[in-house]
C-alpha cells in the first residue's frame, strides 16, 4: 500500500478544495481568496483536530488520515484566515476527502 507524498497530499486537498470552494464560500471569502491567495495563501499539514470523528461520524487517526488548512498567512506567516480544513486519506488510491468549510 502506497501512501501519498506530502506534496501528493497538498495537491489533493487543494485541488478538492478548488473544485467547490465557489459553490461552498461566501462571494466576498471568494473573492479575497481570489485576490489575495497568490501572494499570501498557503496550504499546511497539521495535527488532526480532535473534532474530526464527530465532524464524519467515524474512527480517525493519525496513520490514516492527514488534515489540511487551506487559507491566507498574516504578516507573520501564521495561517489565521482559514478558508478550509480538509480531511483526507493518505492510501495513495483512496479517495476520500472531508472539507470544514469557513463559515460568516
Known amino acids: 500500500m502506497r501512501l501519498r507524498t506530502e506534496d501528493e ?3 489533493f486537498a487543494y485541488d478538492a478544495f478548488l ?3 465557489q459553490k461552498q464560500l461566501s462571494p466576498a471569502d471568494q ?3 481570489a485576490m489575495q491567495f497568490e501572494d499570501r495563501g498557503a496550504v499546511d499539514i497539521v495535527d ?3 473534532d474530526w470523528p464527530a465532524n464524519v461520524a467515524m474512527g ?4 490514516e488520515y492527514c488534515e489540511l488548512h487551506i487559507g491566507l498567512v498574516d504578516d507573520n506567516d501564521l495561517l489565521n484566515d482559514i478558508f ?3 480531511l483526507v486519506k493518505k492510501k495513495a488510491n483512496d479517495k476520500f476527502i ?5 463559515t460568516e
Open 98 to 102: 472531508h472539507i470544514l468549510w469557513k
Open 60 to 63: 480517525i487517526n493519525e496513520n
Open 31 to 33: 473573492i479575497l481568496f
Open 9 to 11: 497530499l497538498i495537491d
Open 19 to 21: 473544485e467547490d470552494a
Open 84 to 86: 478550509g480544513r480538509v
Open 48 to 50: 488532526l483536530g480532535n
